[in-house]
């Protein structure tokens, strides 16, 4: 199967039972491209240049000029990646066991592990913002990105400050289980393919995340490799958008949309910059609110009641008692 004369294998995507229809490809001169950002919808941008400097961000090239700091890289024993948040377990101190290991590790080993990496062995995620301790040429490919294009998008969808960039470096195969991020999202594929599927922020009730207090907050209990429907009914009503990302692809990811990723099986290792930032005042409120700001309204009251009843348990059975017979 090739998108663009590029190569990887539908064919080894992993199967869901929901349907999907393609993410917009466009130009990032294509006037409906600027039209959906503001909209906060998802689109491809095919040519933005947005980090063509990047583009000889190999192993070898990483490995030779990022530096000698330690990087921080998840294992795991499945293909999934489901983020978990340390500072939840302690808070509330839930016996909740991680489903992944996150070591420190200098490049030159990580670089090592992944070129003998084989099918089988324990996948791994590195993860790590950008910092000042890249060496020289990685900073000049950094100054080198496409900023006046990237700094007119955050003017004109009055974004907040761009928080991080994130050097994501994945095996084969691996899986981001899906989940929401509170910032907008400019996703560069650098190296390999990704595949995306997004949810709208409208699908929150059919993705039944985790309760905000639990360490995978943001995070859907629904496994897509076995769903289970007696517990998420809605979740068989559930359609997305979805789209693989290949080198020079710049995916908008808008806040609160739900996203499933996956680095293409049986493909190469895979090299990712995203670019958070933070959203800008809302500005003049318009009703009936949109779904991503339904979102932010449940998860203030979960925060609120989490903080008023102390303990985390008493936030169902209250909850309950103020919808059932009532609101249902
Ligand atoms: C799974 C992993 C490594 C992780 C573990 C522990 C804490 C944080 C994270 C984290 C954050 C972002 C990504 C990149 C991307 C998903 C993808 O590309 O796979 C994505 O979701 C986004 O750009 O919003 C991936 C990860
Ligand atoms: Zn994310």
Same mark, same amino acid.
């Given at each position: 199967?090739?998108?663009?004369?590029?190569?990887?294998?539908?064919?080894?995507?992993?199967?869901?039972?929901?349907?999907?229809?393609?993410?917009?490809? =466009?130009?990032?001169?294509?006037?409906?491209?600027?039209?959906?950002?503001?909209?906060?919808?998802?689109?491809?941008?095919?040519?933005?240049?947005?980090?063509?400097?990047?583009?000889?961000?190999?192993?070898?090239?990483?490995?030779?000029?990022?530096?000698?700091?330690?990087?921080?890289?998840?294992?795991?024993?499945?293909?999934?990646?489901?983020?978990?948040?340390?500072?939840?377990?302690?808070?509330?101190?839930?016996?909740?066991?991680?489903?992944?290991?996150?070591?420190?590790?200098?490049?030159?080993?990580?670089?090592?592990?992944?070129?003998?990496?084989?099918?089988?062995?324990?996948?791994?995620?590195?993860?790590?913002?950008?910092?000042?301790?890249?060496? /020289?040429?990685?900073?000049?490919?950094?100054?080198?990105?496409?900023?006046?294009?990237?700094?007119?998008?955050?003017?004109?969808?009055?974004?907040?400050?761009?928080?991080?960039?994130?050097?994501?470096?994945?095996?084969?195969?691996?899986?981001?289980?899906?989940?929401?991020?509170?910032?907008?999202?400019?996703?560069?594929?650098?190296?390999?393919? /990704?595949?995306?599927? $997004?949810?709208?922020?409208?699908?929150?009730?059919?993705?039944?995340?985790?309760?905000? #207090?639990?360490?995978? !907050?943001?995070?859907?209990?629904?496994?897509? !490799?076995?769903?289970?429907? !007696? /517990?998420?009914?809605?979740?068989?009503?559930?359609?997305?958008?979805?789209?693989?990302?290949?080198?020079?692809?710049? $995916?908008?990811?808008?806040?609160? #949309? #739900?996203?499933?990723?996956?680095?293409?099986?049986?493909? !190469?290792?895979?090299?990712?910059?995203?670019?958070?930032?933070?959203?800008?005042?809302?500005?003049?409120?318009?009703?009936?609110?949109?779904?991503?700001? /339904?979102?932010?309204?449940?998860?203030?009251?979960?925060?609120?009641?989490?903080?008023? =009843?102390?303990?985390?348990?008493?936030?169902?059975?209250?909850?309950?008692?103020?919808?059932?017979?009532?609101?249902?």
């Amino acid at each position: 199967m090739s998108e663009n004369g590029k190569t990887f294998e539908e064919s080894h995507f992993h199967l869901y039972d929901f349907p999907t229809v393609s993410i917009p490809r =466009l130009s990032h001169l294509n006037p409906d491209t600027d039209r959906l950002i503001s909209e906060m919808k998802p689109v491809v941008l095919t040519d933005t240049e947005l980090v063509a400097s990047a583009q000889k961000w190999n192993l070898d090239y990483l490995e030779k000029n990022i530096g000698p700091g330690s990087y921080t890289v998840y294992l795991s024993n499945n293909k999934k990646f489901k983020y978990f948040d340390e500072s939840k377990i302690r808070e509330h101190n839930l016996n909740f066991t991680p489903p992944t290991e996150r070591i420190e590790m200098k490049f030159w080993d990580f670089a090592e592990r992944l070129r003998n990496w084989k099918d089988g062995e324990k996948r791994m995620y590195l993860q790590q913002p950008l910092n000042d301790t890249v060496g /020289k040429n990685m900073v000049d490919d950094f100054l080198s990105f496409n900023w006046n294009w990237i700094a007119r998008q955050k003017k004109e969808n009055n974004w907040g400050p761009l928080t991080s960039n994130l050097l994501l470096i994945s095996t084969p195969g691996n899986i981001t289980p899906v989940h929401y991020d509170e910032q907008e999202n400019f996703f560069a594929q650098i190296h390999g393919y /990704k595949r995306f599927i $997004l949810f709208s922020p409208d699908c929150y009730d059919k993705l039944y995340p985790h309760p905000v #207090w639990h360490p995978h !907050d943001r995070q859907s209990q629904v496994d897509f !490799d076995v769903p289970q429907y !007696d /517990k998420f009914p809605k979740f068989h009503d559930i359609s997305g958008q979805e789209a693989v990302l290949g080198p020079g692809d710049v $995916l908008y990811l808008p806040m609160y #949309w #739900w996203h499933h990723v996956e680095t293409v099986q049986h493909g !190469d290792y895979a090299v990712s910059l995203n670019f958070w930032y933070k959203s800008g005042p809302s500005g003049k409120i318009t009703y009936p609110l949109q779904g991503f700001q /339904k979102m932010a309204v449940m998860r203030n009251i979960e925060k609120m009641l989490v903080e008023t =009843l102390k303990d985390v348990n008493e936030v169902g059975p209250l909850l309950q008692a103020l919808v059932e017979g009532r609101y249902t």
